[in-house]
């Protein structure tokens, strides 16, 4: 059986998740389903009237219950997201041990990672359930033993941006 790829698009430029999205959209283009799990978003795209219409190829989730971005969140709220992220990964887990979906994306993992939400470790092992689904990661920082885990990463960084 052939191991799915893993993708990162990691900087500090804007458009990270956007690609993600373009990649989610050439899966299903191409007869594939995409599982897409936000994190650390607040809000995010869940509410989004276009994704979903996109279903059933394009399942979007998010586990977090506040509306606001996780940076604005008090400790003690911080402490029951956490809770509920964990919930997200342990879904994603599912995903990927039932071969759930063509592509898994896992928009904003790496800020897990860098808040020490999730441990390395845990982002390989959670990889390791993969079978041939392919899975991209998405984040502003990228360490080295994260690096290691993709077959292609690819740096977004912002070379000029204007307000209007």
């Known amino acids: 059986m052939e191991k799915g790829r893993v993708y990162i698009y990691s900087g500090d430029g804007r458009g990270k998740s956007p690609a ?3 990649r989610a959209v050439q ?7 995409v ?3 936000q994190f650390l ?4 795209l869940k509410d989004s009237g276009f994704l979903r219409r996109m279903e059933p190829e394009i399942k979007l989730f998010r586990f977090e219950k506040s509306d606001e971005n996780y940076e604005e969140l008090s400790e003690a709220r911080k402490q029951e997201e956490i809770g509920n992220i964990k919930n997200g990964i342990a879904y ?4 990927l041990s039932t071969g759930e979906c063509d592509l898994l994306i896992l928009d904003e993992v790496l800020g897990l990672v860098e808040k020490g939400i999730l441990q390395e470790d845990d982002l390989k092992n ?3 359930y993969r079978g041939a689904t392919d899975v991209i990661l998405t984040g502003i920082n990228l360490s080295d033993e994260v690096c290691m885990l ?3 990463v690819s740096k977004i960084e912002t070379v000029k941006f204007k307000v209007y």
Not at 27 to 33: R, Y
Not at 92 to 95: G, I, L, M, T, Y
């Open 150 to 152: 993709a077959d292609e």
């Open 20 to 22: 993600a999205l373009g």
């Open 35 to 37: 599982v897409l799990i």
């Open 126 to 128: 959670l990889l390791e």
């Open 41 to 44: 978003k607040g809000r995010g």
């Open 92 to 95: 994603a887990k599912k995903v």
């Open 27 to 33: 899966t299903a283009v191409a007869g594939g389903s």
